[in-house]
T-cell receptor, first 110, second 115 residues
Framework: DAKTTQPTSMDCAEGRAANLPCNHS???????VYWYRQIHSQGPQYIIH???NNETNEMASLIITEDRKSSTLILPHATLRDTAVYYC???????????FGQGTTLQVKP | DAGVTQSPTHLIKTRGQQVTLRCSPI?????VSWYQQVLGQGPQFIFQ???????GRGNFPDRFSARQFPNYSSELNVNALLLGDSALYLC??????????????FGPGTRLLVL
């Protein structure tokens, strides 16, 4: 499975959009991009995933570049409850194995 | 609808002991995966089970074992506990039908402390 690179930490003002980047330059054609988040000491929460098209759900939007080498998770109106560690994961799913990196710690500030 | 449930929520053991952690998947999900998360790091994959068969295994010693039952619930066993086994143990379930791309949903975890 391909590796991902994320910034260690980011800040965002409450009510503003949070844009979290992820680099996955070695992604293969059958690998999806998944985003999870983990609020302190809880289990990771699934946010969204995509293959090559942009995706949107009630939580977030996922923008994947045309060459699929990077993506951005967008939380349109961040709240204090969005403060968490956000993980970008690339997975083909064939082995059921998700490889978590260090993730991005997003701090939403009032 | 109930999500993934895990028991117990917290556990304290001493070195050399054995521990069993339990997981019940989301109703209708047939695949269960186990992860270990030590403090300050991301979760690490231990096992995946589907239809009672091991489908994948991470880089963990043989002290770690798991099984899946006919009702798709699962147990993770760790023998001869070491201090380094102290971690949050996470269970995730997925449909398990496609054999490929599936979303995994995580439970709240069991926090194990080895003294």
């Amino acid at each position: 499975d391909a590796k991902t690179t994320q910034p260690t930490s980011m800040d965002c003002a409450e009510g503003r959009a949070a844009n979290l980047p992820c680099n996955h330059s070695t992604i293969s054609g059958n690998e999806y991009v998944y985003w999870y988040r983990q609020i302190h000491s809880q289990g990771p929460q699934y946010i969204i995933h995509g293959l090559k098209n942009n995706e949107t759900n009630e939580m977030a939007s996922l923008i994947i570049t045309e060459d699929r080498k990077s993506s951005t998770l967008i939380l349109p109106h961040a709240t204090l409850r969005d403060t968490a560690v956000y993980y970008c994961i690339v997975s083909s799913g064939n082995t059921g194995k998700l490889i978590f990196g260090q993730g991005t710690t997003l701090q939403v500030k009032p | 609808d109930a999500g993934v449930t895990q028991s117990p929520t917290h556990l304290i053991k001493t070195r050399g002991q054995q521990v069993t952690l339990r997981c019940s998947p989301i109703s209708g999900h047939k695949s269960v995966s186990w992860y270990q998360q030590v403090l300050g790091q991301g979760p690490q994959f231990i096992f995946q089970y589907y239809e009672k068969e091991e489908r994948g295994r991470g880089n963990f010693p043989d002290r770690f074992s798991a099984r899946q039952f006919p009702n798709y619930s699962s147990e993770l066993n760790v023998n001869a506990l070491l201090l380094g086994d102290s971690a949050l143990y996470l269970c995730a379930s997925s449909l398990g039908t496609s054999g490929g791309q599936e979303t995994q949903y995580f439970g709240p975890g069991t926090r194990l402390l080895v003294l």
